[in-house]
């Protein structure tokens, strides 16, 4: 049973990532793989292959879980993100830049889009690089069937693929840049860094401040930026830059390091394009503590300053 516990964490990355962009949830996402490994663990026979068994298991568990959970996405007010993903546990030198993007809110966010199974095959063979029998035995359909959801899933995929800077050191030079004239109050430096479409959108999930349905154009967002920097710096909020969903972003700390909220940013063609913030305390517990969005909110107003 140590041999078989051992083997199961050393996949316990692989089947977690598969989890995670079947489900957009980190805490789901850690239950899938709990639940795989008890039912693992009561087996009375050894698999053949374990990254296959267990592959198959907790893609099924995933699958189902989220049949559930579209149902409450559905209900949901505001705009839906997924949890932020700080760290993918599974690496693959190989196909790091694919399984990045692949984690990435954008693509997370067209993954919305395709049915329970199209979504499972889809994970399995387009960023696993799973082969057709495997993935037919882990969604328990046929491999012709399983090509089909396959051919259907990059259809979708790429009616919408989320295009960023081919060049990842970029970047996260303009993230740097970007978070630093934030910090600074450089709002001059701020407005150039944006496009001129840009989009502000927070998922707050009724709970917390937002914006609505979000905030469109440099001008505007830079106006938001206008209020919202100097006065969380004077209330000792923190911006702490880091990788949210394989892409360039920050967390939101306030003066006694519990969490406010991310950002991840979409950076195309030297601007950032897209900035979607997490705000839904529900979805940031595994950070850590999370502050009290609406406490922040109250004390920044009162920190603000007649030219602010």
Request: glycine fraction near 8%; aromatic fraction near 8%; charged fraction near 30%.
């Amino acid at each position: 049973m140590s041999t078989r516990g051992e083997g199961f964490e050393e996949l316990r990355p692989l089947l977690f990532s598969i989890a995670y962009r079947i489900l957009g949830s980190v805490s789901e996402a850690e239950d899938a793989v709990q639940e795989t490994w008890l039912r693992y663990e009561e087996s009375p026979t050894q698999p053949r292959s374990a990254k296959a068994f267990l592959s198959a298991v907790v893609t099924r568990i995933s699958i189902n879980v989220l049949r559930s959970a579209r149902v409450r996405r559905e209900e949901y007010v505001g705009p839906w993100f997924p949890e932020p993903l700080l760290t993918d546990p599974y690496q693959d030198p190989a196909r790091s830049a694919e399984l990045a993007d692949s984690v990435s809110m954008a693509a997370l966010l067209l993954l919305e889009r395709l049915s329970p199974l199209e979504r499972a095959v889809f994970v399995l063979r387009e960023v696993f690089g799973f082969d057709f029998p495997e993935v037919a035995s882990a969604v328990g359909r046929s491999e012709a069937a399983c090509r089909q959801l396959a051919v259907r899933a990059r259809r979708h995929m790429a009616e919408g693929r989320p295009r960023f800077e081919a060049d990842r050191r970029e970047r996260e030079r303009l993230a740097g840049r970007f978070f630093h004239a934030f910090r600074d109050g450089d709002l001059d430096g701020l407005r150039k860094l944006l496009a001129a479409d840009v989009h502000l959108v927070a998922d707050g999930g009724g709970k917390t401040p937002l914006w609505g349905t979000g905030i469109t154009g440099a001008d505007n967002v830079t106006r938001v930026f206008a209020a919202l920097a100097p006065p969380f710096a004077r209330i000792g909020g923190v911006v702490e830059p880091h990788e949210v969903n394989g892409q360039p972003g920050a967390i939101f700390r306030d003066r006694d390091g519990k969490v406010v909220n991310t950002w991840a940013l979409d950076i195309l063609d030297g601007r950032v394009q897209t900035i979607r913030t997490v705000l839904n305390p529900d979805k940031l517990g595994h950070m850590g503590p999370v502050a009290d969005a609406w406490a922040v909110l109250r004390e920044a107003n009162k920190a603000r300053r007649p030219t602010d």
